[in-house]
């Protein structure tokens, strides 16, 4: 898979290297493939600049907003979602379109094909909304912030996690809590966390368990042991062919081959007899006494082992 990925990038077109031009071209011919429900508002932002984390939204789904753009303006609603891919937001009672469904993506309770479909803005399309209480009256009242910032962390309960406080920009002594979070709604399979943090065994002494020898407890985390094992290693008929490899179908051609070689090795001679001796050392002894040159006797002598001084 990996070179699969690797290759498609060398031959694939790397559409960050365009030109801004051949870019908007491309962009143009893939937008006019898209049916109108599906194409986004506003163009899609480089991966290298979308919004990650908390701080770089600012705003989650839950906000309570008010439109200070357009004929809504001064409107107040809340985000009911975040696009990742242009960096946007979807408010509940925000500027919409009509748009026409497909008839696979029809529901129900539609009359008509053509809905209304809430469009996506930027977050320079609303202010944040909080609500803040008068210190000198002790009354609460809504304000509408024109930009955030963050000071500090804590630990939210709701999420889980550590969240940034949210404090309005050039009044940081007020700070705009997070919405709240949906409680999830267990079902009748769901343990209460309360009994799930139950200890229910408490051992009494360090040095003696009060487990009963004789009962056998697992390890969930122990390696089960293999079959070999609990058969105490003993291999049946069955295993033993399941390791061997099969013999190979041999033909009638191949068969003779095989028999023809083997009575070849067999007349084959590996002892030399005596007489096969006798008859090489005589040949071998008429052909060095028909050398008559005397630095090729030393030679022979030298080799053969004959250093006998004179």
Not at 105 to 123: A, D, G, I, R
Not at 200 to 209: D, R
Not at 235 to 258: E, I, N, V, W
């Amino acid at each position: 898979m990996s070179r699969l990925l690797k290759e498609s990038k060398r031959y694939g077109a790397n559409m960050k290297r365009l030109h801004p031009l051949v870019k908007a071209h491309f962009d143009n011919i893939n937008r006019k493939g898209q049916i109108p429900a599906v194409r986004n508002d506003l163009p899609a932002v480089r991966e290298e600049k979308q919004f990650k984390s908390l701080e770089d939204w600012k705003y989650t789904v839950g906000d309570k907003v008010m439109i200070v753009k357009g004929a809504l303006k001064g409107t107040v609603t809340s985000i009911i979602r975040t696009q990742k891919e242009t960096n946007g937001f979807m408010l509940e009672d925000g500027p919409t379109k009509e748009v026409v469904i497909p008839p696979n993506y029809w529901l129900q309770s539609e009359s008509s094909h053509v809905v209304e479909y809430p469009k996506v803005v930027t977050s320079e399309y609303f202010k944040l909304v909080g609500t803040i209480k008068d210190e000198t009256s002790g009354e609460s009242r809504q304000i509408a912030a024109n930009d955030v910032v963050f000071r500090g962390k804590y630990w939210d309960e709701d999420y889980k996690k550590m969240m940034p406080y949210r404090c309005i920009k050039n009044k940081e002594e007020y700070i705009i809590p997070w919405p709240r979070p949906d409680k999830p709604e267990d079902d009748k399979f769901c343990t209460e966390e309360a009994v799930a943090l139950e200890r229910t065994y408490e051992p009494v002494s360090i040095f003696e368990s009060d487990i009963p020898s004789d009962l056998n407890l697992r390890d969930p985390l122990a390696k089960r042991k293999s079959r070999f094992e609990r058969k105490q290693q003993l291999l049946t008929k069955k295993d033993l062919k399941l390791l061997q490899s099969p013999a190979m179908p041999y033909s009638d051609t191949k068969k003779a081959f095989f028999r023809e070689r083997a009575e070849i090795r067999s007349k084959q001679i590996t002892e030399m007899s005596a007489e096969v001796a006798d008859f090489i050392g005589k040949r071998v002894a008429d052909h060095l006494n028909k050398i008559k040159d005397p630095y090729m006797w030393q030679y022979i002598k030298k080799v053969s082992g004959d250093r006998k001084k004179r």
